[in-house]
């Protein structure tokens, strides 16, 4: 992705909307945005978007629908009820 196509995404949201970072697809959690800092890397110019170094830059879990919609996750559902079952006697009464 670049640059360009970043401000492309981000046209069509709502520019008073915070920023996030959805991180790590196994343990998703979500982290705050602080710093975008561009640098050279490996012979080219790359824009880093970063958390802060504030503990509070990492929000805690992500939300399981943006998981959901990153298909990070699949949706999940609670499993059918069954009957209970009901505990036999077993003194012939």
């Avoid at 492309?8 to 915070?18: E, G, I, M, Y």
């Amino acid at each position: 992705m670049t640059v360009g196509d970043l401000i492309d995404l981000l046209s069509v949201c709502d520019r008073s909307a915070p920023v996030r970072l959805a991180m790590s697809p196994f343990f998703p959690m979500a982290h705050r945005l602080t710093e975008v800092v561009q640098a050279e890397a490996k012979g080219r110019l790359v824009v880093y978007l970063a958390e802060g170094p504030d503990p509070s830059s990492q929000l805690g879990p992500l939300p399981p629908e943006v998981a959901v919609a990153l298909t990070w996750q699949g949706p999940v559902q609670a499993p059918p009820r069954r009957a209970r079952r009901t505990a036999r006697r077993t003194d012939g009464q």
